[in-house]
T-cell receptor, first 115, second 115 residues
Framework: ETGVTQSPTHLIKTRGQQVTLRCSSQ?????VSWYQQALGQGPQFIFQ???????GRGNFPPRFSGLQFPNYSSELNVNALELDDSALYLC??????????????FGQGTRLTVV | AQSVTQLDSQVPVFEEAPVELRCNYS??????LFWYVQYPNQGLQLLLK??????LVKGINGFEAEFNKSQTSFHLRKPSVHISDTAEYFC?????????????FGQGTTLQVKP
């Protein structure tokens, strides 16, 4: 089975630009969650997508948005980039259906630098 | 609101010595608990998980953790560490719904294994 893959691995953007990060979930998983990990910090939950809809959001502004596709892959979009958006963005997939959950498996992350 | 506190930001230890990384959490409901490891410039890898049942949980690479409900702790232990265990370790809890893709992480503990 394939694991969670993210692209690109590194990205440099200018303040005010927009960025799209991509994630392919692990085979058999139906849920994708996105996390932001600032340098020296623990990951922070941005949002989760389940059945192609947002299924919960952390404390992040609306300029952080996402999509989930029928094959369960996902995109994270960030508009109007700010310097503080510089971080490692992690994607995690899991299987979720009410009482049934698997643990989350993480990708290698995308390192975003905003200059 | 749920939270996770990792009590030590850095733990230096000599090779082949035992180690304990401490984690306390706060939650008004039963939660799932996890320990993840992060090697430099990589994503998160699951070490072990507590969902229910036995309070002593064994994971990969010789790690184990003990769930203590009365003390709301989930400390990670290894009887003999190796140089290759040098990494960042994160304790996490699931959100109150039990959705394992929605995790609240601690700030992390850097384990530094010295020869």
């Amino acid at each position: 089975e394939t694991g969670v893959t993210q692209s690109p691995t590194h990205l440099i953007k200018t303040r005010g630009q927009q960025v799209t990060l991509r994630c392919s979930s692990q085979s058999g998983h139906n849920t994708v969650s996105w996390y932001q990990q600032a340098l020296g910090q623990g990951p922070q939950f941005i949002f989760q997508y389940y059945r192609e809809e947002e299924n919960g959001r952390g404390n992040f502004p609306p300029r952080f948005s996402g999509l989930q596709f029928p094959n369960y892959s996902s995109e994270l979009n960030v508009n109007a980039l700010e310097l503080d958006d510089s971080a490692l963005y992690l994607c995690a997939s899991s299987f979720y259906r009410g009482e049934v959950n698997t643990e989350a498996f993480f990708g290698q992350g995308t390192r975003l630098t905003v200059v | 609101a749920q939270s996770v506190t990792q009590l030590d930001s850095q733990v230096p230890v000599f090779e082949e010595a035992p180690v304990e990384l401490r984690c306390n959490y706060s939650s008004s409901v039963s939660v799932y608990l996890f320990w993840y490891v992060q090697y430099p410039n990589q994503g998160l890898q699951l070490l072990l998980k507590y969902l229910s049942g036995s309070t002593l949980v064994k994971g990969i690479n010789g790690f184990e953790a003990e769930f203590n409900k009365s003390q709301t702790s989930f400390h990670l232990r290894k009887p003999s560490v190796h140089i290759s265990d040098t990494a960042e370790y994160f304790c996490a809890v699931s959100d109150p719904s039990g959705n394992t893709g929605k995790l609240i992480f601690g700030q992390g503990t850097t384990l530094q294994v010295k020869p």
